[in-house]
């Protein structure tokens, strides 16, 4: 007997030909930010959206979160259309430059913002400790923000984003300015987020951190999306093959194709495309699109 059939996942982010104009001087055509973008994240996914300066990744994302209207198309989240308010409950959204009150304390800041979204006594105070402890600021926890570096800075900011528990969250260049060892720490906070479920939504002009965190990448280029698809896949190097072992002798390395099967003692460990980096792919794909 045949069961019914299983009910289709609704994708945590789901924009469909997105297009946005903006309007320019008098008599002038519209400036086209978006052209014809479409993309779909899975829950608990991390997509990374890398382009030029002014490829319209913000404008993608400003749409997605209702802060602009689209010109044509549409952007929903976990179903909910973009542009009603309750599509924000489960959205956490750190801007590449968050502004804070530089007079208050993390701790503070904290607890600012979670009673902005409703939160309040013992569950408060308890998220904000869970929060600090997150993103390693239990140390600075009361110390004024105006004291604190970009990368910490940038941590309390992906803490705050964070204080309502959200299922989705967006983040804008969250490295920008940040030294290498604060990148490095905003990067394992990302892991952290996808070990908890967490949908990743990632704008960032550093490739290197985007290969590392993101099971998918889209390649935005003069408002349209020119590349899209899982990192594993568009990294893949097609017309070449790669084969890795353990403990071969070079005279083994020499016959392989002929020796791998009936040589005793080698291991195949793993066999498939070998991989260039994203940001050779990024640089070709863009060079393409200029020719």
Do not use: W
């Not at 979670?114 to 408060?124: Q, V, Y």
């Not at 941590?155 to 030294?179: C, H």
């Amino acid at each position: 007997m045949i069961g019914p059939p299983m009910a289709e996942t609704v994708p945590a982010v789901e924009i469909r030909n997105l297009v946005k104009d903006f309007k320019t001087s008098f008599r002038r055509q519209p400036l086209r930010a978006v052209d014809g973008v479409s993309i779909r994240i899975e829950p608990g996914e991390v997509y990374g959206l890398i382009g030029p300066n002014g490829s319209g990744k913000s404008t993608t994302m400003k749409a997605l979160l209702g802060l602009l209207a689209p010109t044509a198309g549409a952007c929903a989240i976990f179903g909910k259309d973009s542009l009603k308010v309750d599509s924000r409950d489960d959205v956490g959204f750190l801007p590449e430059n968050p502004y804070f009150y530089k007079h208050l304390s993390g701790a503070e800041t904290l607890r600012f913002y979670g009673k902005l979204c409703g939160l309040g006594g013992r569950h408060l105070r308890e998220r904000v400790d869970e929060l600090l402890a997150l993103v390693d600021l239990e140390g600075a926890r009361d110390r004024r923000l105006g004291g604190y570096s970009k990368g910490m800075l940038q941590r309390i900011g992906l803490a705050q984003a964070l204080i309502q528990e959200p299922r989705l969250v967006i983040l804008d260049e969250p490295t920008a300015g940040v030294d290498p060892v604060g990148s490095r720490q905003i990067r394992d906070l990302i892991f952290k987020l996808r070990e908890r479920g967490i949908t990743v939504f990632l704008c960032s002009h550093l490739l290197e951190q985007v290969q590392e965190v993101c099971d998918q990448v889209g390649i935005i280029f003069q408002g349209r999306m020119i590349r899209e698809g899982r990192l594993d896949d568009l990294i893949a190097i097609e017309d070449q093959t790669e084969i890795v072992l353990r403990d071969a002798s070079p005279g083994l390395i020499s016959q392989i194709t002929v020796l791998v099967a009936n040589t005793p003692g080698t291991t195949l460990v793993r066999t498939g495309k070998p991989r260039t980096t994203l940001e050779r792919l990024f640089l070709r794909e863009i060079r393409e699109e200029e020719r």
